[in-house]
């Protein structure tokens, strides 16, 4: 399975071409990305168009901090887990809040409820 399809990322670039034209911007996150076997989250809501393996977003490795930040998305998909697995984007995933909301749901309760 693909963690970031072709629809992802042509709605994670557009999100970045937005906040560049207007850094208010608080998107609704894209897609969310997890570790089947742990507690690792991660909300992508933008792809950096100078380096779309860049993604933007709320990321928690399950250690109790949620923060902002980037990822590469290469690095999430060349992860193997224990077993052979690797991490699964959430198919049922359907974002009810802005990735604002998120932010400070997840500082809130030290980790990402989506």
Known sequence: MKLITDEHRATMLANDARYA???SFDPVPVVKI?????????LLCSLDRND???????????????EIGSVRISELVSCVLPLGLRLERDLHF???KTLGQYVEE??????IRA
């Open 34 to 42: 997890f570790n089947p076997m742990g507690a690792a989250t991660w």
């Open 52 to 66: 779309p393996d860049i993604a933007y977003g709320l990321c928690d490795l399950g250690f109790g901090t949620p």
């Open 106 to 111: 997840a500082r809130a309760q030290g980790f």
């Open 94 to 96: 359907r974002p009810s």
């Open 21 to 23: 034209a207007d850094p």
